[in-house]
């Protein structure tokens, strides 16, 4: 199992931005996907951004335009970049991992947005 290690999280002002990152303790490359969800208190964990190995990347309605999935196989890690944040954004954000059959996630980082 791959060992994930979210950081980035904190507080921000709606219309602020933040960029999540997603380090993992193995090779990246092999992964058939890689994703962010999130989490808010008292709600079921969604998806909200993943990326194929084949590039084909998918959002959450509530994210398009504003969030960006991308990797860095150099340097084993995923990233979200997040614009024009909105209060609703709020929730635990968590780094998830799909490689040779093996799902993975990470402890998570807070994200708060005030308005």
């Known amino acids: 199992q791959v060992q994930l290690v979210e950081s980035g999280g904190g507080l921000v002002q709606a219309g602020g931005s933040l960029r999540l990152s997603c380090a993992a303790s193995?090779?990246?490359?092999?992964?058939?996907?890689l994703a962010w969800y999130r989490q808010a208190p008292g709600k079921q964990r969604d998806m909200v951004a993943s990326?194929?190995?084949?590039?084909?990347?998918n959002y959450a309605d509530s994210v398009k335009g504003r969030f960006t999935i991308s990797r860095d196989n150099t340097k084993n890690t995923v990233y979200l970049q997040m614009n024009n944040l909105k209060p609703e954004d709020t929730a635990v954000y968590l780094c998830?991992?799909?490689?040779?059959?093996?799902?993975?996630w990470g402890q998570g980082t807070q994200v708060t947005v005030s308005s």
């Open positions: 998830y991992i799909l490689k040779w059959g093996t799902e993975s």
């Open positions: 193995s090779t990246i490359y092999w992964a058939k996907t």
């Open positions: 990326l194929q190995s084949d590039g084909y990347t």
